[in-house]
């Protein structure tokens, strides 16, 4: 089955700076990678997402690439703010039945 | 976007009792929903996958006879913890797909406590 590995666990930024998450998955037929935002006690949001025909996507303040070769797609977030603080999680679909597999998260702290 | 609810938000219960949470979908229909369980700072693991109309998929090391899962009509799926333990506290998250080649929606979760 697929296996999505996500670094860093935790990540600490300053307001303004960028921040850059990476996962690797294994599962060469996955084809849809969408990376969640979850605050404590909530649901999880799509915050963007990314197809197996496009290399990258952008959307306002964040953006996604994905190296289909290598498996591994980034989440990049520009001009951090206080409010992007969360743990935030890719995720692989292979297709069969929208399965997704997800990464093992990471915690963004964006400081003052 | 789809609008996915979940009801209800949390329950305390007494260890050996059942605990039905209900997953809906609230502006599409779904013959598939997802019903992952989340336990503190950890990530979402996959439980099952109900099937509208079929018996439900449950992944490995999940126990089919613990977790019932109903899949009733194309908006409502039910997952039944039956004889809850302490062990079994956590968060309790259903998703949908919001159509083809569309993403999942998730429910607002079910935080599950057993005494």
């Known amino acids: 089955g697929e296996n999505v590995e996500q670094h860093p666990s935790t990540l600490s930024v300053q307001e303004g700076d960028s921040a850059v998450i990476k996962c690797t998955y294994s599962?060469?037929?996955?084809?849809?990678f969408p990376w969640y935002k979850q605050e404590l006690g909530k649901r999880p949001q799509l915050i963007i997402d990314?197809?197996?025909?496009?290399g990258e996507k952008k959307d306002q303040r964040i953006a996604v690439t994905l190296n289909k070769t290598a498996k591994h797609f980034s989440l990049h977030i520009t001009e951090t703010q206080p409010e992007d603080s969360a743990v935030y999680f890719c995720?692989?679909?292979?297709?069969?039945?929208?399965?997704?597999?997800f990464g093992t998260g990471t915690r963004l702290q964006v400081t003052l | 976007g789809a609008v996915v609810s979940q009801h209800p938000s949390w329950v305390i219960c007494k260890s050996g009792t059942s605990v039905k949470i209900e997953c809906r979908s609230l502006?599409?229909?779904?013959?598939?929903m997802f019903w992952y369980r989340q336990f503190p700072k950890q990530s979402l693991m996959l439980m099952a996958t109900?099937?509208?109309?079929?018996?439900?998929?449950?992944e490995q090391g999940v126990e089919k006879d613990k977790f019932l899962i109903n899949h009733a009509s194309l908006t409502l799926s039910t997952l039944t913890v039956t004889s809850a333990h302490p062990e079994d506290s956590s968060f309790y998250i259903c998703?949908?797909?919001?159509?083809?080649?569309?993403?999942?929606?998730f429910g607002p979760g079910t935080r599950l406590t057993v005494l």
């Open positions: 998703s949908a797909p919001g159509g083809r080649a569309k993403p999942q929606y």
């Open positions: 599962d060469s037929a996955s084809n849809y």
């Open positions: 990314i197809r197996s025909n496009v």
């Open positions: 995720a692989a679909d292979t297709g069969t039945a929208s399965k997704l597999t």
């Open positions: 502006d599409f229909q779904a013959t598939t």
């Open positions: 109900s099937n509208e109309g079929s018996k439900a998929t449950y």
